[in-house]
């Protein structure tokens, strides 16, 4: 009977931690503390991944995506901010970014191609990464786009994205419904 009674005590606190980072701001806005820009961010970005699994079996490409909007005393501008990583274990940033100084977006098979506007948040006018990096080792990309791009986006059912070095595709990582959720109240600005 005791085992049982912590058994469900666990799992209430497990179903509680994933409640709670399941429960977070669907866009989030923060002022740049150096440059004093705000930036206005999703707060989910979408996960899209390769297989690699000829180098490994487990081995894939991660690219994490999410919308910016820049807020320069009324001048708004937007961008894609990339997070580029492998589950390979290669840590050289360059080789991260191999690939992706052009990059094509599909938003349900219309494509969208897109140039870098830069590696460093410096690009955007922002002194630090408004995005969290998924591991350390991540490479961050920022390409300029309008905000009618970003709301094709977030009216796609399908969202691919073609780069890297080999070239490849790369497609949604399971279920995607609260970076949707988040890509769509960052358009509609009802956040």
């Known amino acids: 009977m005791v085992l049982l009674m912590r ?3 666990a799992m209430l606190a497990v179903l509680a931690l994933c409640t ?3 429960s977070g701001k669907l866009v989030i806005d923060s002022l740049d503390p150096d440059t004093a820009v705000t930036l206005t961010r999703s707060g989910v970005p979408l996960i899209l991944y390769r ?4 180098y490994a079996a487990h081995a894939r490409d991660f690219v994490y995506l999410g919308p910016l909007r820049v807020n320069r005393m009324g001048d708004y501008r937007y961008y894609l901010w990339l997070g580029i990583w492998s589950a390979i274990g290669d840590t050289d940033i360059s080789a991260q970014r191999d690939g992706f100084d052009s990059v094509v977006l599909f938003a349900d098979g219309e494509p969208l191609s897109l140039d870098l506007a830069g590696w460093t948040p410096s690009a955007i006018g922002a002194s ?3 995005y969290p990096k998924p591991v350390a080792s991540a490479a961050d990309a920022y390409y300029q786009v309008t905000l009618d791009q970003i709301r094709l986006l977030s ?3 399908d969202i691919r994205l073609s780069a890297g070095s080999p070239p490849g595709s790369y497609e949604p990582w399971d279920n995607q419904s609260h970076a949707m959720a988040a890509l769509q109240a960052f358009v509609s600005d009802e956040y």
């Open 128 to 130: 630090e990464s408004p």
């Open 155 to 157: 009216e796609a059912r």
């Open 20 to 22: 709670c980072a399941s």
């Open 51 to 54: 297989d690699n699994s000829g």
């Open 7 to 9: 058994s469900a005590s």
